[in-house]
């Protein structure tokens, strides 16, 4: 199994350009979100989803939209790129069974945003 | 206030030394959650737990639901113990709030 993938690993985007970080997991796993990590500050939640077809937002949604049209994918997709979206994004994924279960995280995106 | 916090936020050891980290958290919840990231590595799930105590290796997490704190101790440390430890909570399902992390460096 390759768990949770993440491409690409490094992006640098100029203000206003548009871009999707693309997430896979291979483990049929219904949960899958997506979290950005900033300095100083937990991971914060930004959209997530419970199946294909459902879709919730994060305590950080703005400016980010997501879909989940099959098991496996989980894209997040930025409309117009902004300097305060620097970060690193991780996306993760867990079963749904049997209530709380361990997330599995990908290795991350770092995105620039100029 | 935040939700889980973290002390303390740095920590510097020396290798052999016993370490604690400790979390505590301000809502009611169904599990806790502790995981390591190494410098620009990705991060892994060391313990879930919603009660007791849990052990792996060299690794101890517990937890007071009482009293909403949860200690992870590291007994032996190490230099590749050197890395980011990250407590999360989650109130029911699989959202997670995480504190902001501990930065461990430990010295050989």
């Known amino acids: 199994n390759a768990g949770v993938t993440q491409t690409p690993k490094f992006q640098v985007l100029k203000t206003g350009q548009s871009m999707t970080l693309q997430c896979a997991q291979d483990?049929?796993?219904?949960?899958m979100s997506w979290y950005r990590q900033d300095p100083g500050m937990g991971l914060r939640l930004i959209h997530y989803?419970?199946?294909?077809?459902?879709?919730d937002q994060g305590e950080v949604p703005n400016g980010y939209n997501v879909s989940r049209s099959t098991t496996e994918d989980f894209p997040l997709r930025l409309l117009s790129a902004a300097p305060s979206q620097t970060s690193v994004y991780f996306c993760?994924?867990?079963?749904?069974?049997?209530?709380?279960?361990?997330?599995?995280f990908g290795p991350g995106t770092r995105l620039t945003v100029l | 206030k935040n939700e889980v916090e973290q002390s303390p936020q740095n920590l510097t050891a020396q290798e052999g030394e016993f370490i604690t980290i400790n979390c505590s958290y301000s809502?009611?919840?169904?599990?806790l959650h502790w995981l390591q990231q190494h410098p620009g590595g990705g991060i892994v799930s060391l313990f879930m737990?919603?009660?007791g105590k849990k052990k792996h290796g060299r690794l101890i997490a517990t937890i007071n639901i009482q009293e909403k704190h949860s200690s992870l101790h590291i007994t032996a440390s190490h230099p590749r113990d050197s890395a980011v430890y990250i407590c999360?909570?989650?109130?029911?399902?699989?959202?997670?709030?995480f504190g902001a992390g501990t930065i461990l460096r430990v010295k050989s």
């Open positions: 993760a994924s867990s079963s749904l069974a049997g209530g709380w279960n361990e997330q599995f």
């Open positions: 483990m049929n796993h219904e949960y």
């Open positions: 989803s419970v199946g294909a077809g459902i879709t």
């Open positions: 809502v009611g919840i169904s599990a």
């Open positions: 737990l919603s009660s």
């Open positions: 999360a909570v989650s109130g029911g399902g699989n959202k997670l709030v």
